[in-house]
């Protein structure tokens, strides 16, 4: 009894003593563990870093592949950046054109609805060009009409020349002509700007397909140097390529849409000059009969 007493105590320091000794071991063993997932980790780095850009890839994949208007005009071609620039300045003139001539319209048919509302008021041919030369009316083609009919009339008197009478017809014929001049000054003047909307509006599409041309076939030399067929290689180039299109309708639609309204302005406006020179015509005529 007392044996057993004594053995188990015995036994327990024994497993003890063997547990210490192997703790060292079991240390060493674990203690490679640490350096090895550090060496793991200086290994992995290098694989997140960034992959140095391609010298051959184009401008627009050196900026992580975006692009917009802005690039794109930068990284084109020379040629394809004279037709871009070109077109850009026609679009900006035809605008110009466009905003002064709806304004010039808009005061045209305003000034003249003023004149003929005096206009009709005249008792006499001296009151007709007394009102025509007021400078509310100055510059408004009516008003400079009824002048000139109402000057030569009294260049006429002045000149000792009989304008009523046998000779009535022969000064409606010299204020007529005098109205004409009047007329195709008017015409001109109307029809300034015009041929430039037109060329830009005909042209404007064909000058940026040339530019759009010029660029694909540019773009596909890059393919044939490169050899490769990567959509995100190419496709830089054919957008600026396409760009030079979309500046070239840009310009062209609002200067064709805009001729063809003018042009309309202008026959409405041609109209009403011929109804007022019958109405002049007429007026003189009836002062001239009443020796006026």
Avoid: C
């Avoid at 871009?84 to 002064?100: E, H, K, N, R, Y």
């Avoid at 045209?108 to 009709?120: V, W």
């Avoid at 009316?137 to 009523?164: C, H, K, T, W, Y």
């Amino acid at each position: 009894m007392l044996d057993n007493k004594f053995k188990t105590p015995f036994i327990a320091l024994i497993g003890a003593v063997a547990l210490m000794a192997s703790a060292p071991a079991f240390a060493q063993n674990a203690a490679p563990a640490a350096p090895a997932a550090a060496s793991a980790a200086p290994a992995a780095a290098p694989a997140a870093a960034p992959a140095a850009p391609d010298a051959s890839l184009p401008p627009q994949m050196s900026r992580g592949g975006k692009i917009n208007i802005g690039t794109m005009f930068l990284d084109a071609k020379p040629v394809v950046k004279v037709v871009m620039i070109g077109l850009v300045l026609a679009s900006i003139f035809s605008w110009t054109l466009l905003i002064t001539k709806l304004i010039e319209f808009r005061s045209l048919n305003r000034a003249s609805d003023t004149f003929l509302e005096a206009f009709r008021g005249a008792k006499s041919i001296n009151d007709m060009g007394r009102i025509a030369s007021a400078e509310e009316f100055e510059g408004n083609p009516l008003a400079d009409m009824a002048a000139a009919a109402a000057q030569e009339i009294e260049l006429s008197r002045q000149a000792g020349l009989q304008v009523a009478g046998e000779h009535r017809n022969t000064t409606l014929g010299r204020a007529q002509a005098a109205v004409g001049a009047v007329q195709a000054s008017l015409a001109r003047r109307l029809s300034s700007g015009m041929q430039f909307l037109a060329s830009v509006g005909s042209n404007g599409p064909f000058i940026g397909l040339f530019g759009t041309v010029y660029g694909i076939m540019d773009s596909f030399i890059g393919i044939a140097n490169t050899n490769t067929t990567n959509l995100a290689v190419v496709a830089p180039g054919i957008a600026e390529a396409l760009l030079a299109t979309g500046l070239g309708l840009f310009a062209a639609i609002p200067s064709v849409i805009f001729y063809n309204y003018f042009q309309t302005r202008i026959s409405a406006y041609g109209a009403r000059t011929e109804g007022f020179v019958a109405e002049l015509m007429n007026a003189i005529s009836r002062q001239l009969d009443k020796g006026a």
